[in-house]
């Protein structure tokens, strides 16, 4: 059993959005794993990054994809933060990775001054622009597509996911 596609970006590119809507699309399930992580944890992340810190989300997190991509069959929306795991990377090779990227300002702009995404507390552009000079080349090492989501409605950004999945079968 394994995902029909799995998406990835960063905070604003739209991943659960759109994994939601792809979703109900194709008349499969969806499923985030930082909403796994939380039915784990009983807590919000926000409160996850403050209790335990980073590192101990990040094992949460780790953990919920591996379960997430062994046993889910459907749409899987991954946390911003996944692909910094090793083991997370090498778990998505071979699978239908699509990377929702976001330019700074649209990303910024989406994201805004959310108390719900621990990492932008502060100054939120700079924040933003660190995490995707950081990530950025994660997200492209494990996709095999990449749609960048700046100008682009929802429901145009599940229109490309689809088209790609069809084409990729």
């Not at 792809?22 to 794993?33: C, H, I, K, P, V």
């Not at 094992?59 to 991509?69: F, G, I, K, R």
């Not at 939120?124 to 682009?152: C, H, N, W």
């Amino acid at each position: 059993m394994s995902p029909v596609v799995v998406l990835v970006g960063p905070p604003g590119a739209g991943k659960s959005t759109v994994a939601e809507d792809l979703a109900a699309r194709l008349g499969l399930a969806f499923r985030d794993t930082d909403a796994d992580v939380e039915a784990r944890a009983g807590v919000p992340v926000s409160e996850i990054f403050i209790d335990h810190g980073e590192a101990h989300f990040r094992a949460l997190e780790e953990e919920a994809v591996a379960t997430a991509l062994a046993e889910h069959d459907g749409v899987l929306a991954l946390g911003g933060g996944a692909v910094l795991s090793d083991a997370t990377r090498a778990l998505l090779a071979g699978h239908r990775v699509v990377f929702l990227d976001v330019g700074l300002a649209a990303g910024v702009s989406r994201v805004g001054m959310n108390g719900n995404r621990p990492l932008l507390l502060g100054n939120v552009r700079s924040q933003m622009k660190g995490l995707m000079d950081r990530r950025r080349p994660l997200y492209d090492e494990v996709a095999r597509f990449t749609i960048v989501t700046d100008d682009l409605a929802p429901s145009q950004v599940v229109d490309q996911v689809l088209r790609l999945v069809e084409e990729d079968r």
